[in-house]
T-cell receptor
Framework: AQSVTQLGSHVSVSEGALVLLRCNYS??????LFWYVQYPNQGLQLLLK??????LVKGINGFEAEFKKSETSFHLTKPSAHMSDAAEYFC???????????FGQGTRLTINP | DTGVSQDPRHKITKRGQNVTFRCDPI?????LYWYRQTLGQGPEFLTY????????KSRLLSDRFSAERPKGSFSTLEIQRTEQGDSAMYLC?????????????FGPGTRLTVT
């Protein structure tokens, strides 16, 4: 079975500071990994995904994530936070042969002015 | 591309009543998914369709839940004899393609409150 753990249900950073949202996964087979963002009253939007190949993945809005197999991690980072980044972020995992996404519990990101 | 739409956006019902939600996927997307999201949790998979065929159902989908996608376009999710534990956000997503790496596009959700 696959599972995702997001460390920290709430993260607060100052505008301009580094954003680091943590995600660890459990999977018995090579995983496909995703980060989604959810703004209030909107659907989830894909930020980036890792399937195969390069382990550093760049996404939209300046976010990136690095797949580290040895650490079973897929942490999301952004060098400089913007007020518009305030939202809920979800890490998700899938695998070959499965169609569903398994999500973590989410991390609410707050940006302080 | 108008995105995935869901109707209604909010539904308040009394315990024991039946409710039905509708999802309109992005045109020509062959896959459609239903997820449920409770407060403070990530979405949980309920079921998915490829065209009109329902190919997988979660054990979360009790016999009070039924989903259809009759013509491979829109889908409905019905909950019979609602219980307070059914209160949640019901999310629909669609994708084009057959692999697990295809991007799932999510709708805004239907928030169900059972009183």
């Amino acid at each position: 079975a696959q599972s995702v753990t997001q460390l920290g249900s709430h993260v607060s950073v100052s505008e301009g500071a580094l954003v680091l949202l943590r995600c660890n996964y459990s999977s018995s087979v090579p995983p496909y990994l995703f980060w989604y963002v959810q703004y209030p009253n909107q659907g989830l939007q894909l930020l980036l995904k890792y399937t195969t190949g390069a382990t550093l993945v760049k996404g939209i809005n300046g976010f990136e994530a690095e797949f580290k197999k040895s650490e079973t991690s897929f942490h999301l980072t952004k060098p400089s936070a913007h007020m518009s980044d305030a939202a809920e972020y979800f890490c998700a995992v899938s695998r070959q042969g499965a169609q569903k996404l398994v999500f973590g519990q989410g991390t609410r990101l707050t940006i302080n002015p | 591309d108008t995105g995935v739409s869901q109707d209604p956006r909010h539904k308040i019902t009394k315990r024991g009543q039946n409710v039905t939600f509708r999802c309109d996927p992005i045109s020509e997307h062959n896959r459609l998914y239903w997820y449920r999201q409770t407060l403070g949790q990530g979405p949980e998979f309920l079921t998915y369709f490829q065209n009109e065929a329902q190919l997988e159902k979660s054990r979360l989908l009790s016999d009070r839940f039924s989903a259809e996608r009759p013509k491979g376009s829109f889908s409905t999710l019905e909950i019979q004899r609602t219980e307070q534990g059914d209160s949640a956000m019901y999310l629909c997503a669609s994708s084009l393609g057959s692999g697990p790496t295809s991007e799932q596009y999510f709708g805004p959700g239907t928030r169900l409150t059972v009183t």
